[in-house]
Nanobody, 120 residues
Framework: QVQLVESGGGLVQPGGSLSLSCAAS????????MGWYRQAPGKQRELVAR???????NYADSVKGRFTLSRDNAKNTVYLQMNSLKPEDTGLYYC??????????????WGQGTQVTVSS
């Protein structure tokens, strides 16, 4: 069984920084894409950033230049460095692993979510 273990998050003042990490564990053969989505209260879940196996990275326009996503393929782990945080970055951040290949086939997985709150 594949599990995504998230760490990081918390409370930070506007302009501050936080980092998130997400490690995929289990009998994984390969992962096509990993990244983060977020959901603010009353809003739909939206993409924050994702990186695919070719090392191509996509960012939401709202976080470009402030957030950096990196991936350690050997550890099946992604790291999201968030700088210059704004109150509108507040939300529940979910780790995502897409196109995960195991002996059972291919599937997508989500983490439990970690809270990021930007407030003075």
């Amino acid at each position: 069984q594949v599990q995504l273990v998230e760490s990081g998050g918390g409370l930070v003042q506007p302009g501050g920084s936080l980092s998130l990490s997400c490690a995929a564990s289990g009998s994984i053969w390969s992962i096509y894409a990993m990244g983060w989505y977020r959901q603010a209260p009353g809003k739909q879940r939206e993409l924050v950033a994702r990186i695919i196996s070719s090392d191509s990275t996509n960012y939401a326009d709202s976080v470009k230049g402030r957030f950096t996503l990196s991936r350690d393929n050997a550890k099946n782990t992604v790291y999201l460095q968030m700088n210059s945080l704004k109150p509108e970055d507040t939300g529940l951040y979910y780790c995502y692993a897409g196109g995960v290949r195991t002996m059972r086939g291919m599937a997508d997985y989500w983490g439990q979510g970690t809270q990021v709150t930007v407030s003075s």
